[in-house]
């Protein structure tokens, strides 16, 4: 069973069988990685689509089914939500809850260490590009009660260049780190929250998580 799909772009024809009794438009779908997809006419080879015709030279949305021929297109309409980079990347922060920290005697000067990673996705057929304005792509928070008590980027050097990102659509993205500590830095349990900060698209996402102690 054929799936029903979005496809977006920009919808162009060219001439098809030059000099054939045949000869006729063909129309394809640039998608934002400039690759192109046939998009299949419901007309004679030699007859314009005159569905397609209508939105020629114009983004569009294009709802059908992928066929080794093509997109058989269902539905077409003009694009009227923002594309590419307007667009909000996906963002997912994966952190251990509850994290233990060991207070066990003697371990209090110990380092230990805490997972977290931000999967960055782009949930559309095409490549989201961005850039940052240093080489610096993410930076990572833990906080209590409203307050910072750790960042990534403390103490690190960035180098001072523009920097491009690509995130291919339908590949998430995975950047993980590590929240060093020491565990008499961690002074009591309870609920403490994580963020993470993907600089390109500026978005940034948090999520709450409970320390426990291992006594």
């Not at 005159?50 to 089914?65: M, Q, R, S």
């Amino acid at each position: 069973m054929k799936q029903t799909k979005n496809f977006e772009g920009y919808l162009f024809a060219r001439l098809h069988l030059i000099g054939t009794e045949s000869e006729g438009p063909v129309y394809l779908l640039q998608q934002w990685d400039y690759t192109e997809i046939p998009v299949i006419k419901k007309t004679n080879p030699w007859e314009p689509d005159p569905e397609l015709h209508k939105f020629l030279n114009k983004k569009v949305t294009i709802i059908g089914t992928m066929t080794e021929e093509g997109i058989d297109y269902d539905k077409i309409s003009e694009l009227t939500h923002l594309i590419d980079e307007e667009k909000k990347l996906k963002l997912e922060l994966i952190v251990p809850d509850p994290f233990w920290v060991n207070k066990m005697p003697g371990t209090g000067s110990n380092k230990q260490y805490m997972p977290m990673t931000l999967m960055v996705e782009w949930p559309y057929r095409s490549i989201w590009r961005g850039t940052c304005p240093t080489a610096q792509r993410y930076d990572f928070m833990i906080e209590k009660d409203g307050k910072t008590i750790w960042k990534w980027s403390t103490s690190r050097v960035f180098a001072q260049v523009i920097t491009p990102v690509v995130i291919p659509g339908g590949k998430p993205m995975e950047y993980t780190v590590n929240w060093e500590f020491l565990g008499k830095e961690i002074e009591e349990e309870g609920t403490y929250t994580a963020k993470a900060l993907f600089i390109a698209s500026n978005q940034t996402i948090e999520k709450s998580f409970e320390i426990k102690f291992a006594h």
